[in-house]
């Protein structure tokens, strides 16, 4: 069909009331299909959902960086468009120095200090996990960059593995002081010299500190995600080994962490004898807890008289019973139930293998 002829077909449309003889019914889906070419196209919409992590793909300086003017303004490079607030204030400085402006240009983050670097001095220029990219995927491993204004950078450091109990090791902040000074943590100040970030595989690296030196580390969970310590919410543990570090041995590798999350519920295995010769009712175990003596927690067991619970951890008191009437309570002068026993269940830790025989009561028959 012509371009004209479709214009005018466009023109044409029928008025209100208006109905075509039979005659007319293919000239009429005729015209309404090149009605449909009158329409304005579109290249359709969506496309692949984004869940790719963001990367950090260049820097400047570069880490491992050495003789870094003190004036320096500092970039970071993405892969890809990032949420400007909340990557822009992930960003940061240790030791700390106070960041007078955060620009974008694309990918690219700009930090420009306050005030001039310290003279021969090493920093980390570090990005947490709160950094994001705009379809709201996160940095999924964090990011250090060292570098030091003096003229040769330091040689010192210290790698190994974060074992986290109860809470995922990826983006656990390695905080690093000099053991020297007697500090200890405030994460208000940020006033660690040193500071390392964790993998999603539980590795980090912390390097760039000077030798001879003594070191401890305290590891720091952000779980809320908003950069300050949070007794409620958070971890901070100290690491008992101080750290040397020489001219002969300037790094110390291999180095395993343990970490537990003390919030973190524990797991309770085991098997409940039935001796009480009982066919009625269903099998429960109750657990009662330091924090509702008053009112036990119930849970059945499985086909093969098995439990496997999460519980919170603690001192707790257990005890099975045969539930007659079905009433999710115990009721001590007619129902069949075990001793009650007490069990301590450790923060992320498994409780194995435990069993409790269940009985008739004391003078039933």
């Not at 009712?281 to 119930?298: F, K, M, S």
Request: one cysteine or more.
């Amino acid at each position: 069909m012509s371009r004209l002829r479709r214009a005018r077909l466009c023109e044409e449309a029928p008025r209100p009331g208006w109905r075509a003889p039979a005659a007319a019914v293919v000239t009429v889906l005729a015209a309404l299909l090149a009605l449909a070419g009158c329409a304005k196209r579109e290249p359709p919409s969506g496309g692949p959902l984004d869940v790719e992590p963001p990367r950090v793909i260049g820097s400047s300086p570069d880490s491992g960086a050495a003789g870094v003017s003190r004036g320096a303004r500092l970039t970071i490079t993405f892969s890809e468009r990032m949420e400007p607030e909340a990557t822009g204030e992930a960003a940061e400085l240790a030791p700390r120095v106070p960041i007078h402006r955060r620009r974008w240009s694309g990918h690219t983050l700009t930090l420009e200090p306050a005030e001039s670097l310290g003279v021969n001095r090493t920093y980390t220029l570090f990005l947490g996990t709160a950094a994001y990219d705009i379809h709201g995927n996160h940095l999924e491993n964090g990011k250090t960059i060292v570098f030091s204004t003096a003229p040769a950078f330091p040689a010192g450091g210290i790698e190994g593995d974060l074992e986290a109990r109860g809470f995922p090791a990826g983006g656990t902040y390695l905080w690093c002081y000099d053991a020297a000074t007697g500090h200890t943590p405030d994460s208000t100040a940020r006033d660690f010299d040193a500071i390392g970030l964790v993998d999603r595989l539980g590795h980090f690296r912390l390097s760039g500190l000077a030798v001879p030196g003594r070191y401890r580390l305290w590891a720091f969970a952000d779980l809320n995600n908003n950069r300050s310590f949070e007794p409620s919410a958070d971890i901070l543990a100290a690491v008992d080994t101080v750290f040397e570090l020489s001219a002969a041995k300037p790094w110390a590798s291999g180095v395993t962490l343990r970490v537990v999350n003390p919030r973190a519920p524990g797991r309770l295995r085991g098997a409940v004898i039935d001796s009480s010769g009982d066919s009625l009712g269903v099998l429960r175990v109750q657990v009662i807890t330091p924090e509702d003596t008053l009112r036990a927690l119930q849970f059945d067991v499985d086909a093969d008289n098995q439990f496997d619970l999460k519980l919170p951890a603690g001192t707790l008191r257990v005890r099975a019973y045969r539930d007659l009437d079905r009433s999710h309570s115990w009721q001590p002068d007619r129902e069949p139930a075990s001793d009650l026993v007490t069990v301590v269940v450790p923060p992320a830790a498994d409780v194995l293998n435990v069993r409790l025989t269940v009985r008739r009561p004391r003078g039933k028959p």
